[in-house]
Structures are given as structure tokens and as C-alpha cells.
């Protein structure tokens, strides 16, 4: 659920780049396998544990039958991802989503990849009404911090100078 664990670095990208001209496209139950292949990779790249792929697969498969949670895949095949769920919130008319993960295959980063997959997914979530996009962030994962700061979000409320903090519970 770390969106901060990635090294998207603002290299210029010339326009013969491949990466440089392919959109994001929405993930469809068929790509499970590719999804969970990625999710279990950027785990295991982060010391992080996985489930394992099998697992990940039929989870994936069946949350991509819904509307609640949207993947983005950039690449042919794809090189990066962003997963988004999607929430009812008092607050807000529209739906509030949350930015659960985003990934850039190492070999790939410094493509702008992870800023075509944030920006597909601020459409995404106005195109379906919503006005906020949550991400969670570690402390520590200053690249992470400074990523998304230079697009707009921020960890303190409008005015404000504390910043916001997560908490969770497994339950």
C-alpha cells in the first residue's frame, strides 16, 4: 500500500522515446497475471512480503471484474502500473480514491512512466466525478515525497503546517 516506494527520477526524454509515447490504459481481468506479476516484483524489490503470484493472480482477477478498484498499466508489455480504489466519502460528493500502489520496472524509470500513470489517474478519478486523490507515502521516501510534491499533492491541510499523518490497524 506504499505508493512511495519507487525511483521516478525527472530525466528528459527525447520524442523517439517508445515510452514516451504510450498512454496508460485501464487493466482488464485478462491482464490479472501481468498485475500480479508487477505487484509480487515491486514487493519483493522492496523487502517487502508478497503473497505470491498465484494469489495475487485470482485477487487481482476478481477485484478487476468490479468498479471499485481501477489498475493503469503504461507499456507494451506494460512497464509500470498505478492501482486505484475507490471510495463513498461524507465529505465529498463524488468518489474519493486512493492511490494503493505505483510501479515502474526498474530498467524503465526516469521515462516520465510514473507521470503519465498519475496523471491517467487524476483523469480517471475526475472523469468518474471525484475531486480528491489520497496517496500514502513512508516519511523516510524523501524521492517518493519530493515526486509527488512537484504535482500538486501535499501532506498538510490547505493553510496548514502540520503534516497529516496514517494509521492502521490489521485487523
Not at 520524442?15 to 515491486?42: E, G, I, K, W, Y
Request: charged share 25%; glycine share 10%.
Amino acid at each position: 500500500m506504499d505508493t512511495g516506494r519507487f525511483a521516478e527520477h525527472d530525466e528528459a526524454v527525447t520524442a523517439d522515446d517508445p515510452a514516451n509515447l504510450q498512454s496508460p490504459r485501464r487493466a482488464t481481468p485478462a491482464d490479472a497475471a501481468t498485475v500480479a506479476r508487477m505487484l509480487h516484483d515491486f514487493n519483493t524489490e522492496f523487502d517487502t512480503p508478497s503473497p505470491g503470484i498465484d494469489v495475487l493472480t485470482s485477487r487481482v482477477a476478481e477485484l478487476l471484474a468490479g468498479e471499485d478498484v481501477v489498475v493503469l498499466l503504461v507499456g507494451k508489455p506494460p512497464g509500470g502500473l498505478a492501482v486505484l480504489s475507490f471510495r463513498s466519502n461524507v465529505w465529498y460528493p463524488g468518489p474519493v480514491a486512493i492511490l494503493d500502489e505505483l510501479y515502474v520496472r526498474p530498467g524503465l524509470r526516469g521515462r516520465r512512466l510514473g507521470s503519465a500513470l498519475l496523471a491517467s489517474s487524476c483523469e480517471l478519478v475526475r472523469g468518474r466525478g471525484g475531486a480528491l486523490l489520497e496517496i500514502n507515502v513512508d516519511g523516510e521516501d524523501t524521492d517518493a515525497r519530493r515526486f509527488y510534491e512537484a504535482r500538486g499533492f501535499a501532506n498538510t491541510e490547505p493553510g496548514g503546517t502540520e503534516p497529516m499523518l496514517y494509521y492502521y490497524r490489521e485487523l
